[in-house]
């Protein structure tokens, strides 16, 4: 088929697709003029999920992201949110409302409360603003006012129903904690009684480090040790040299001097006093060294018997090893549990749940529904489509000849000739020719 044999077929079935254009065109407008408006206003609120919690110091990874906001979203249309938007509207006052819910299906077998925080439900919508952490709450309702009202509405309930939550979760988390820090408590109370009798016990006394009194006073007799003098013989004094040069001097002396000579005498005398000087220092010398020798020894015996000591009690010592290291470890879980449960409380008295709220709703001036002019032109677009479907229908069951395509389409033989058929005007004069035959013949029949 032709493009020219396609627009003789819609020419010649022009009534049709107009009349199916303008039967969808009256039923959009019927539909605009009957179907109540809606209108919808939205509130926004920050998801702070770029910092850390100011408590826990956690955040929130890119893994993770997309399901707690998911889980925000879904939150807000909870049923808790409605509830609250519920009642803080007071809803379950109004007569209106009362009256629609005593006039509800007999199936339906919600109570009332329930019931209005399901219309909220229906009318709320969120979504993420494309590119931010920024969230939209939505509602849909037939007043501007009631739809801004309640958007507010539900972004506080949202935001008090959160902070509630998160409290209520901290709060039990820090109870529960609190509990297991009493038994860690007891259990460490338990287990420094028993440390204490068996070291009471046994003579054996504990230090921080896990070792005993005896260990640590081996430790130190063999630090002792390692850093004891060694024992020497005494080395020659330094005035030994001195009274060796003197004893020179005086033999060279008395060659030259007689033996009484003054100088030969002053000589003699600081050589006695030089050398009872000398032998004290030698005889200070080898007593420092005996007794050096003495304490080493002193000192060896007591590491020895400190030895024989430990070991003989070594059996008690790891025992006590063991309980003390009992005591620790119920001391360690002890302090942690108490540090999670304080942090619990402190979360549980925070006031910030990683929310912030961007500035209030709007009243909205205009519909979001029905979109008249998508509703009119959707119906022009609907209209034409089902006309021309008709249109093609019905030639496709009535088909004709249109012009001369038609014709060779159909007898499939060449066209030798095309005769002009009268004009417009000649078929308007042969027509009312006719009127006017019909109308004398009419008027004799009558007469006879």
Request: charged share 25%; proline share 4%; hydrophobic share 45%.
């Given at each position: 088929?032709?493009?020219?044999?396609?627009?003789?077929?819609?020419?010649?079935?022009?009534?049709?697709?107009?009349?199916?254009?303008?039967?969808?065109?009256?039923?959009?407008?019927?539909?605009?003029?009957?179907?109540?408006?809606?209108?919808?206003?939205?509130?926004?609120?920050?998801l702070?999920?770029?910092?850390?919690?100011?408590?826990?110091?956690?955040?929130?990874?890119?893994?993770?992201?997309?399901?707690?906001?998911?889980?925000?979203?879904?939150?807000?249309?909870?049923?808790?949110?409605?509830?609250?938007?519920?009642?803080?509207?007071?809803?379950?006052?109004?007569?209106?409302?009362?009256?629609e819910?005593?006039?509800?299906a007999t199936?339906?077998?919600?109570?009332?409360?329930?019931?209005?925080?399901?219309?909220?439900?229906?009318?709320?919508?969120?979504?993420?603003?494309?590119?931010?952490?920024?969230?939209?709450?939505?509602?849909?309702?037939?007043?501007?006012?009631?739809?801004?009202?309640?958007?507010?509405?539900?972004?506080?309930?949202y935001?008090?129903?959160?902070?509630?939550?998160?409290?209520?979760?901290?709060?039990?988390?820090?109870?529960?904690?609190?509990?297991?820090?009493?038994?860690?408590?007891?259990?460490?109370?338990a287990?420094?009684?028993?440390?204490?009798?068996y070291?009471?016990?046994?003579?054996?006394?504990?230090?921080?480090?896990?070792?005993?009194?005896?260990?640590?006073?081996?430790?130190?007799?063999?630090?002792?040790?390692?850093?004891?003098?060694?024992?020497?013989?005494?080395?020659p004094?330094?005035?030994?040299?001195?009274?060796?040069?003197?004893?020179?001097?005086?033999?060279?002396?008395?060659?030259?001097?007689?033996?009484?000579?003054?100088?030969?005498?002053?000589?003699?005398?600081?050589?006695?006093?030089?050398?009872?000087?000398?032998?004290?220092?030698?005889?200070?010398?080898?007593?420092?060294?005996?007794?050096?020798?003495?304490?080493?020894?002193?000192?060896?015996?007591?590491?020895a018997?400190?030895?024989?000591?430990?070991?003989?009690?070594?059996?008690?010592?790891?025992?006590?090893?063991?309980?003390?290291?009992?005591?620790?470890l119920?001391?360690?879980?002890?302090?942690?549990?108490?540090?999670?449960?304080?942090?619990?409380?402190?979360?549980a008295?925070?006031?910030?749940?990683?929310?912030?709220?961007?500035?209030?709703?709007?009243t909205?001036?205009?519909?979001?529904y029905?979109?008249?002019?998508?509703?009119?032109?959707?119906?022009?677009?609907?209209?034409?489509?089902?006309?021309?479907?008709?249109?093609?229908?019905?030639?496709?069951?009535?088909?004709?000849?249109?012009?001369?395509?038609?014709?060779?389409?159909?007898?499939?033989?060449?066209?030798?000739?095309?005769?002009?058929?009268?004009?417009?005007?000649?078929?308007?004069?042969?027509?009312?020719?006719?009127?006017?035959?019909?109308?004398?013949?009419?008027?004799?029949?009558?007469?006879?």
């Open positions: 088929m032709s493009l020219l044999q396609f627009l003789r077929i819609l020419w010649a079935r022009r009534l049709i697709i107009i009349a199916a254009t303008a039967s969808c065109l009256i039923g959009a407008l019927v539909v605009i003029m009957m179907v109540p408006p809606r209108y919808d206003s939205s509130a926004r609120v920050m702070n999920t770029l910092k850390p919690d100011p408590v826990t110091g956690e955040f929130i990874g890119n893994a993770a992201l997309r399901t707690y906001v998911g889980t925000q979203m879904e939150l807000i249309k909870d049923y808790r949110v409605a509830g609250q938007v519920v009642d803080q509207l007071g809803w379950q006052a109004d007569p209106s409302l009362i009256a819910y005593q006039n509800r199936t339906d077998d919600r109570d009332f409360r329930r019931w209005l925080a399901q219309r909220i439900i229906d009318g709320t919508k969120t979504k993420m603003v494309p590119g931010s952490n920024i969230l939209e709450i939505t509602y849909t309702s037939r007043s501007p006012n009631s739809a801004r009202a309640i958007a507010d509405a539900l972004r506080k309930a935001i008090d129903s959160s902070l509630s939550a998160r409290r209520e979760e901290a709060t039990r988390n820090a109870d529960w904690f609190t509990a297991q820090a009493a038994k860690a408590k007891a259990t460490l109370d287990a420094d009684v028993t440390k204490t009798d070291e009471r016990a046994n003579g054996i006394v504990m230090q921080d480090d896990q070792s005993d009194i005896e260990t640590a006073r081996l430790r130190a007799l063999s630090t002792q040790a390692l850093v004891a003098p060694v024992v020497v013989q005494p080395a004094p330094p005035s030994a040299g001195t009274l060796a040069q003197l004893d020179a001097q005086i033999a060279q002396t008395s060659q030259v001097l007689g033996a009484n000579h003054p100088e030969l005498l002053e000589l003699r005398a600081r050589r006695a006093a030089l050398a009872n000087q000398v032998a004290q220092e030698i005889a200070a010398s080898r007593a420092a060294a005996g007794a050096g020798a003495a304490g080493a020894n002193a000192a060896e015996r007591a590491l018997a400190q030895k024989q000591k430990v070991i003989a009690s070594r059996d008690k010592i790891e025992r006590a090893s063991q309980l003390q290291s009992e005591v620790t119920r001391r360690d879980i002890y302090n942690r549990t108490m540090a999670r449960a304080a942090q619990f409380r402190q979360e008295a925070a006031a910030d749940v990683g929310i912030a709220m961007l500035g209030t709703a709007v909205p001036q205009d519909p979001s029905p979109n008249k002019p998508l509703i009119i032109v959707g119906a022009l677009g609907l209209g034409g489509g089902l006309g021309l479907f008709i249109a093609l229908l019905v030639e496709l069951l009535s088909r004709r000849v249109r012009g001369v395509e038609d014709l060779e389409w159909a007898v499939d033989a060449p066209m030798l000739a095309v005769i002009a058929g009268p004009s417009r005007r000649a078929r308007g004069a042969a027509k009312r020719r006719q009127r006017a035959e019909l109308s004398v013949r009419h008027d004799r029949m009558a007469r006879a």
